[in-house]
T-cell receptor, first 119, second 114 residues
Framework: GAVVSQHPSRVICKSGTSVKIECRSL??????MFWYRQFPKQSLMLMAT?????????EQGVEKDKFLINHASLTLSTLTVTSAHPEDSSFYIC???????????????FGNGTRLTVT | QKEVEQDPGPLSVPEGAIVSLNCTYS??????FMWYRQYSRKGPELLMY????GNKEDGRFTAQVDKSSKYISLFIRDSQPSDSATYLC??????????????FGKGTLLTVNP
């Protein structure tokens, strides 16, 4: 079945540094990928929609200059947390559809997430 | 009122019990309804999805949607310790063109005790 791979699974960085998270669709092409953020015991909150070859669409309240998204190919999207601060510590999860639109053949697949800790 | 309401639990049941998980929603534009299972420190895994009112069964899992009441349920029969996880309901609406926006509930933490 369709698999989304996310790397790294865990990262610890110092305040002020930048962190890049990769999301790859392993056996399908994804024109659209989604980046979510999840705090402990909270639901997933959509941060942005990553579109291959064009600019990402950010949700209200998400700083596009802080969370840089690059979707350079049909199988790779990256999220860079720039000048990270302790309040950016969270669980970041990417997802992708295997089809162009939602149907029984194109469900949303999630990566295993990246736990970011900023010290 | 939040778009999707889900009781966070926690819910603890003995092995073999029937589990009922529920969500309510207020946005009548939601067209697709899903249940995801999330183990600790992992990404969500799609369990069930449907777009119409009624029941859909897959093994020990049954998803139920009542659009008139804006209420969805997930039933787990013969629950197993391996079913212990957080269960998230999710609903999707068309946000323009071919774009669809997914909204999650908070998730219900389920523990099945052997």
């Amino acid at each position: 079945g369709a698999v989304v791979s996310q790397h790294p699974s865990r990262v610890i960085c110092k305040s002020g540094t930048s962190v890049k998270i990769e999301c790859r669709s392993l056996d399908f092409q994804a024109t659209t990928m989604f980046w979510y953020r999840q705090f402990p015991k909270q639901s997933l909150m959509l941060m942005a929609t990553s579109n291959e070859g064009s600019k990402a669409t950010y949700e209200q309240g998400v700083e596009k200059d802080k969370f840089l998204i690059n979707h350079a190919s049909l199988t790779l999207s990256t999220l860079t947390v720039t000048s990270a601060h302790p309040e950016d510590s969270s669980f970041y999860i990417c997802s992708a559809r295997s089809g162009l639109r939602y149907s029984y053949n194109s469900p949303l697949h999630f990566g295993n997430g990246t736990r970011l800790t900023v010290t | 009122q939040k778009e999707v309401e889900q009781d966070p639990g926690p819910l603890s049941v003995p092995e073999g019990a029937i589990v009922s998980l529920n969500c309510t929603y207020s946005n009548s534009a939601f067209q697709y309804f899903m249940w995801y299972r999330q183990y600790s420190r992992k990404g969500p895994e799609l369990l069930m999805y449907t777009y119409s009112s009624g029941n859909k069964e897959d093994g020990r899992f049954t998803a139920q949607v009542d659009k008139s009441s804006k209420y969805i349920s997930l039933f787990i029969r013969d629950s197993q310790p391996s079913d212990s996880a957080t269960y998230l309901c999710a609903m999707e609406q068309n946000s323009g063109g071919s774009n669809y926006k997914l909204t999650f509930g908070k998730g219900t933490l389920l523990t099945v005790n052997p």
